[in-house]
Nanobody, 126 residues
């Protein structure tokens, strides 16, 4: 069984930066596309960023493009989300998601992901 665990959330002020990490553990899990999603209070879970297995392909939601950067280190089974110039609208629970092994692409659709982390809270104060 594959387990995803996020870390790095917290309470910050507007304009600050945070880096979220997601580490996969458990059974051998390779060649999977990954993504970050978030759920703000009262809203649906939404796509934030996605990355291919190779790291050569990435995509971002319009609301975070230019401020957030997704990356990965496959030697560490880790995916990261660098978040800069945070604002209160970024307040949400952030989830890491992984596709089936050997599905190297990412997707903006939640249903495309098989594995999910428990989420990490990011709160941005004004």
């Amino acid at each position: 069984q594959v387990r995803l665990e996020e870390s790095g959330g917290g309470l910050v002020q507007t304009g600050a930066s945070l880096t979220l990490s997601c580490v996969a553990s458990g059974e051998r899990y390779i060649r999977y596309g990954a993504g970050w999603f978030r759920r703000a209070p009262g809203k649906e879970r939404e796509f934030v960023a996605g990355i291919t297995w190779s790291g050569g392909g990435t995509e971002y939601a319009d609301s975070v493009r230019g401020r957030f950067t997704i990356s990965r280190d496959n030697s560490k089974n880790a995916v990261y989300l660098q978040m800069n110039r945070l604002n209160p609208e970024d307040t949400a629970v952030y989830y890491c998601a992984g596709r089936e092994a050997w599905v190297a692409s990412f997707s903006q659709k939640r249903d495309a992901y098989r594995f999910w982390g428990q989420g990490t809270q990011v709160t941005v104060s004004s």
